[in-house]
Protein backbone atom coordinates (compact mmCIF):
# COMPACT_ATOMS: atom_id res chain seq x y z
CA UNK A 1 0.00 0.00 0.00
CA UNK A 2 1.18 3.49 -0.45
CA UNK A 3 2.82 4.30 2.24
CA UNK A 4 1.48 8.34 1.77
CA UNK A 5 -2.49 7.28 1.81
CA UNK A 6 -3.98 7.84 5.12
CA UNK A 7 -6.98 6.40 6.43
CA UNK A 8 -9.08 9.37 5.38
CA UNK A 9 -8.39 11.72 2.43
CA UNK A 10 -10.36 15.17 1.58
CA UNK A 11 -11.75 16.31 -1.51
CA UNK A 12 -8.91 18.54 -2.52
CA UNK A 13 -7.03 14.91 -2.34
CA UNK A 14 -9.15 13.76 -4.83
CA UNK A 15 -8.98 16.87 -7.25
CA UNK A 16 -5.35 16.40 -7.26
CA UNK A 17 -5.24 12.82 -8.36
CA UNK A 18 -7.81 12.30 -11.36
CA UNK A 19 -7.76 9.15 -12.97
CA UNK A 20 -5.95 7.93 -10.22
CA UNK A 21 -8.94 6.25 -7.86
CA UNK A 22 -12.45 5.17 -8.32
CA UNK A 23 -14.87 6.24 -6.27
CA UNK A 24 -17.17 3.90 -4.59
CA UNK A 25 -20.74 4.57 -2.90
CA UNK A 26 -21.36 2.41 0.15
CA UNK A 27 -24.58 4.10 1.10
CA UNK A 28 -26.69 1.87 3.51
CA UNK A 29 -29.07 2.40 5.91
CA UNK A 30 -29.86 0.38 8.91
CA UNK A 31 -33.74 1.12 8.49
CA UNK A 32 -33.15 -1.46 5.66
CA UNK A 33 -33.82 1.66 3.06
CA UNK A 34 -32.41 0.81 -0.46
CA UNK A 35 -28.62 2.39 -1.02
CA UNK A 36 -29.02 1.56 -4.38
CA UNK A 37 -31.97 3.46 -4.67
CA UNK A 38 -30.55 6.57 -3.14
CA UNK A 39 -27.60 6.08 -5.95
CA UNK A 40 -29.47 5.85 -8.42
CA UNK A 41 -31.22 9.45 -7.40
CA UNK A 42 -27.87 10.93 -7.13
CA UNK A 43 -24.34 10.31 -6.98
CA UNK A 44 -20.87 12.30 -7.24
CA UNK A 45 -19.83 11.63 -11.24
CA UNK A 46 -17.87 8.29 -11.90
CA UNK A 47 -18.73 6.61 -8.92
CA UNK A 48 -19.66 3.10 -8.38
CA UNK A 49 -22.36 1.92 -5.83
CA UNK A 50 -20.91 -0.99 -3.74
CA UNK A 51 -23.98 -2.86 -1.73
CA UNK A 52 -23.25 -3.74 1.64
CA UNK A 53 -25.39 -6.80 1.92
CA UNK A 54 -24.41 -8.20 -1.41
CA UNK A 55 -21.05 -7.73 -1.21
CA UNK A 56 -19.21 -6.64 1.81
CA UNK A 57 -21.69 -9.09 4.22
CA UNK A 58 -21.96 -12.89 4.26
CA UNK A 59 -24.88 -14.49 5.72
CA UNK A 60 -26.44 -13.33 8.91
CA UNK A 61 -26.57 -15.79 12.12
CA UNK A 62 -27.07 -15.99 16.10
CA UNK A 63 -23.77 -17.30 15.62
CA UNK A 64 -22.00 -15.02 13.52
CA UNK A 65 -24.18 -11.60 14.09
CA UNK A 66 -26.00 -9.56 11.10
CA UNK A 67 -23.00 -8.73 9.00
CA UNK A 68 -19.98 -11.38 9.41
CA UNK A 69 -17.49 -10.82 6.52
CA UNK A 70 -18.38 -12.66 3.01
CA UNK A 71 -16.56 -15.65 1.85
CA UNK A 72 -13.05 -13.79 -0.04
CA UNK A 73 -14.20 -14.89 -3.54
CA UNK A 74 -17.68 -13.12 -3.11
CA UNK A 75 -16.33 -10.12 -1.87
CA UNK A 76 -13.40 -10.05 -4.74
CA UNK A 77 -16.73 -10.55 -7.30
CA UNK A 78 -18.48 -7.43 -6.26
CA UNK A 79 -15.26 -5.93 -6.75
CA UNK A 80 -14.61 -7.34 -10.01
CA UNK A 81 -18.82 -6.39 -11.27
CA UNK A 82 -17.24 -2.66 -10.22
CA UNK A 83 -14.70 -2.67 -11.84
CA UNK A 84 -12.01 -2.63 -9.56
CA UNK A 85 -8.56 -4.08 -10.07
CA UNK A 86 -6.13 -5.17 -7.54
CA UNK A 87 -4.00 -2.57 -8.05
CA UNK A 88 -6.24 0.31 -7.88
CA UNK A 89 -7.15 2.84 -5.22
CA UNK A 90 -10.13 2.99 -4.26
CA UNK A 91 -12.01 6.36 -2.54
CA UNK A 92 -15.98 5.39 -0.62
CA UNK A 93 -18.27 7.41 0.56
CA UNK A 94 -21.58 7.53 1.61
CA UNK A 95 -24.10 10.27 3.26
CA UNK A 96 -22.44 9.37 7.09
CA UNK A 97 -19.21 10.89 7.39
CA UNK A 98 -17.58 7.80 5.92
CA UNK A 99 -19.14 5.59 9.37
CA UNK A 100 -20.84 2.88 6.49
CA UNK A 101 -17.82 3.21 3.88
CA UNK A 102 -15.35 2.58 6.80
CA UNK A 103 -16.59 -0.99 6.12
CA UNK A 104 -15.31 -1.54 2.66
CA UNK A 105 -11.94 0.58 3.48
CA UNK A 106 -11.44 -1.52 6.29
CA UNK A 107 -11.76 -4.68 3.95
CA UNK A 108 -9.56 -3.42 1.19
CA UNK A 109 -6.67 -2.24 2.99
CA UNK A 110 -6.43 -5.13 5.79
CA UNK A 111 -6.00 -6.83 2.12
CA UNK A 112 -2.98 -4.94 1.49
CA UNK A 113 -4.87 -2.82 -1.48
CA UNK A 114 -5.18 1.43 -1.53
CA UNK A 115 -8.22 2.38 0.00
CA UNK A 116 -9.31 5.48 2.18
CA UNK A 117 -12.83 7.54 2.98
CA UNK A 118 -13.84 10.28 1.49
CA UNK A 119 -13.51 13.01 4.27
CA UNK A 120 -16.86 14.67 4.67
CA UNK A 121 -18.83 11.97 2.48
CA UNK A 122 -21.17 13.25 -0.20
CA UNK A 123 -20.66 16.78 1.65
CA UNK A 124 -17.37 17.35 0.75
CA UNK A 125 -18.38 17.49 -3.10
CA UNK A 126 -19.26 20.78 -3.93
CA UNK A 127 -20.35 19.93 -7.55
CA UNK A 128 -23.86 18.68 -9.19
CA UNK A 129 -24.74 15.17 -8.43
CA UNK A 130 -25.42 13.30 -11.88
CA UNK A 131 -27.97 10.24 -12.51
CA UNK A 132 -25.21 8.51 -15.19
CA UNK A 133 -24.17 5.74 -14.73
CA UNK A 134 -22.69 2.91 -17.02
CA UNK A 135 -20.76 0.07 -16.10
CA UNK A 136 -17.12 -0.67 -16.81
CA UNK A 137 -15.18 -2.96 -17.62
CA UNK A 138 -15.03 -6.37 -15.13
CA UNK A 139 -12.05 -6.05 -13.05
CA UNK A 140 -9.28 -8.23 -11.89
CA UNK A 141 -9.23 -8.81 -8.43
CA UNK A 142 -8.17 -11.69 -6.47
CA UNK A 143 -9.86 -13.39 -3.59
CA UNK A 144 -7.31 -12.91 -0.41
CA UNK A 145 -8.03 -14.79 3.00
CA UNK A 146 -9.57 -11.95 5.91
CA UNK A 147 -6.26 -11.24 7.74
CA UNK A 148 -6.50 -13.43 11.38
CA UNK A 149 -4.28 -11.16 13.23
CA UNK A 150 -6.86 -8.02 12.78
CA UNK A 151 -10.02 -10.15 14.11
CA UNK A 152 -11.24 -11.14 17.10
CA UNK A 153 -13.92 -13.60 17.90
CA UNK A 154 -16.31 -13.79 20.97
CA UNK A 155 -13.65 -14.80 23.36
CA UNK A 156 -11.19 -12.25 22.19
CA UNK A 157 -13.78 -9.93 22.39
CA UNK A 158 -15.17 -10.61 26.30
CA UNK A 159 -11.64 -11.01 27.29
CA UNK A 160 -10.23 -8.69 30.03
CA UNK A 161 -6.60 -9.16 28.21
CA UNK A 162 -7.72 -6.72 25.48
CA UNK A 163 -9.62 -2.90 25.76
CA UNK A 164 -13.23 -3.40 24.04
CA UNK A 165 -14.11 -0.10 22.39
CA UNK A 166 -17.62 0.07 21.42
CA UNK A 167 -18.10 2.40 18.65
CA UNK A 168 -22.26 2.30 18.97
CA UNK A 169 -24.04 5.38 19.87
CA UNK A 170 -23.52 5.95 24.09
CA UNK A 171 -27.66 5.08 24.82
CA UNK A 172 -26.84 1.79 23.19
CA UNK A 173 -23.80 1.55 25.08
CA UNK A 174 -25.64 2.25 28.18
CA UNK A 175 -28.45 -0.12 27.31
CA UNK A 176 -31.09 2.87 27.32
CA UNK A 177 -32.58 1.35 24.19
CA UNK A 178 -31.68 -0.83 21.59
CA UNK A 179 -33.75 -1.09 18.20
CA UNK A 180 -32.08 -4.07 16.56
CA UNK A 181 -30.49 -6.95 19.10
CA UNK A 182 -32.71 -8.47 21.65
CA UNK A 183 -30.44 -7.74 24.85
CA UNK A 184 -29.63 -4.03 25.55
CA UNK A 185 -26.16 -3.25 27.01
CA UNK A 186 -22.33 -3.88 26.68
CA UNK A 187 -20.09 -6.17 26.67
CA UNK A 188 -18.69 -5.66 30.02
CA UNK A 189 -15.37 -3.97 30.39
CA UNK A 190 -15.86 -1.96 27.40
CA UNK A 191 -15.75 1.63 27.09
CA UNK A 192 -17.45 3.42 24.94
CA UNK A 193 -16.15 5.85 21.67
CA UNK A 194 -19.03 6.65 19.86
CA UNK A 195 -17.33 6.51 16.29
CA UNK A 196 -20.25 9.71 15.18
CA UNK A 197 -18.36 11.31 17.89
CA UNK A 198 -15.15 11.22 15.59
CA UNK A 199 -16.58 13.62 13.33
CA UNK A 200 -17.71 17.67 13.58
CA UNK A 201 -21.39 18.56 12.44
CA UNK A 202 -20.49 18.67 8.37
CA UNK A 203 -19.15 15.23 8.66
CA UNK A 204 -15.98 15.64 8.69
CA UNK A 205 -13.08 14.49 11.12
CA UNK A 206 -12.86 16.29 13.75
CA UNK A 207 -9.09 17.48 14.45
CA UNK A 208 -6.34 15.21 14.97
CA UNK A 209 -5.61 15.69 18.42
CA UNK A 210 -9.18 16.04 19.43
CA UNK A 211 -9.57 11.86 17.67
CA UNK A 212 -6.71 11.04 19.81
CA UNK A 213 -7.91 12.86 23.20
CA UNK A 214 -11.68 11.43 23.11
CA UNK A 215 -9.70 7.82 23.00
CA UNK A 216 -7.55 8.28 25.59
CA UNK A 217 -9.85 9.87 28.07
CA UNK A 218 -12.03 6.30 27.61
CA UNK A 219 -8.41 4.60 28.56
CA UNK A 220 -7.30 3.68 24.56
CA UNK A 221 -3.95 4.90 24.36
CA UNK A 222 -2.93 2.74 21.31
CA UNK A 223 -4.92 0.44 18.95
CA UNK A 224 -2.31 -2.45 19.90
CA UNK A 225 -4.42 -4.04 22.49
CA UNK A 226 -8.01 -2.74 21.30
CA UNK A 227 -10.79 -4.94 20.31
CA UNK A 228 -13.02 -2.42 18.03
CA UNK A 229 -16.82 -3.36 17.77
CA UNK A 230 -20.36 -1.90 16.98
CA UNK A 231 -23.64 -3.62 16.21
CA UNK A 232 -22.24 -6.00 13.57
CA UNK A 233 -18.80 -4.75 12.41
CA UNK A 234 -19.73 -2.16 9.95
CA UNK A 235 -18.93 1.16 11.96
CA UNK A 236 -16.34 -0.23 14.65
CA UNK A 237 -13.88 -0.10 11.61
CA UNK A 238 -14.30 3.96 11.54
CA UNK A 239 -12.77 3.74 15.16
CA UNK A 240 -10.32 1.40 13.20
CA UNK A 241 -9.64 3.76 11.02
CA UNK A 242 -9.26 6.72 13.34
CA UNK A 243 -7.05 5.36 15.20
CA UNK A 244 -4.98 4.40 12.53
CA UNK A 245 -5.62 7.48 11.06
CA UNK A 246 -3.69 9.92 14.10
CA UNK A 247 -1.14 7.22 14.59
CA UNK A 248 -2.09 4.91 17.23
CA UNK A 249 -1.72 1.82 15.41
CA UNK A 250 -4.13 -1.15 14.00
CA UNK A 251 -6.16 -2.64 16.24
CA UNK A 252 -8.53 -5.96 15.77
CA UNK A 253 -12.28 -5.75 14.50
CA UNK A 254 -15.08 -8.04 16.42
CA UNK A 255 -17.10 -8.14 13.29
CA UNK A 256 -20.03 -10.16 14.91
CA UNK A 257 -20.44 -7.49 17.33
CA UNK A 258 -23.44 -6.83 19.23
CA UNK A 259 -25.41 -8.40 17.40
CA UNK A 260 -23.62 -11.77 17.47
CA UNK A 261 -22.85 -11.00 21.38
CA UNK A 262 -25.91 -9.88 22.69
CA UNK A 263 -27.50 -13.48 21.64
CA UNK A 264 -24.83 -15.97 23.02
CA UNK A 265 -27.41 -16.07 25.80
CA UNK A 266 -24.47 -17.31 28.54
CA UNK A 267 -22.20 -14.51 28.07
CA UNK A 268 -22.96 -11.28 30.43
CA UNK A 269 -24.37 -8.01 29.94
CA UNK A 270 -23.21 -4.88 31.51
CA UNK A 271 -25.36 -1.81 31.53
CA UNK A 272 -25.12 2.22 32.87
CA UNK A 273 -27.55 2.72 35.43
CA UNK A 274 -29.43 6.41 34.95
CA UNK A 275 -28.31 8.29 37.80
CA UNK A 276 -31.13 9.04 40.84
Same mark, same amino acid.
Given at each position: ??? %??? #???????? @???????? +? *? !???????????????????????????????????????????????PEVFAEGMRQAGINDSDTVIAYDDAGGVIAARLVWMLRSTGHNAAILDGGMAAY?????? %??? #???????? @???????? +? *? !????????????????????????????????????????????????????????????????????????????????????????????????????????????????????????????
Amino acid at each position: MEE %DLR #PFVDWSWC @AGNPGKFV +L *A !DCRWYLDGSSGMDAFGSGHLPGAVYIDLDQWLSGPASPETGRNPLPDPEVFAEGMRQAGINDSDTVIAYDDAGGVIAARLVWMLRSTGHNAAILDGGMAAYQGELTR %DYS #PGTRGRFS @AQAWPAHL +L *A !DISEASSAAYLRVDARNRDRFEGLQDPVDPRPGHIPGAVNVPCRENLDSTGHLIPEVQVRTNFEHAGVLSAGNAVSYCGSGVTACHNLLAMEHVGMGQGKLFVGGWSQYSRAQEMPVATVSPEL
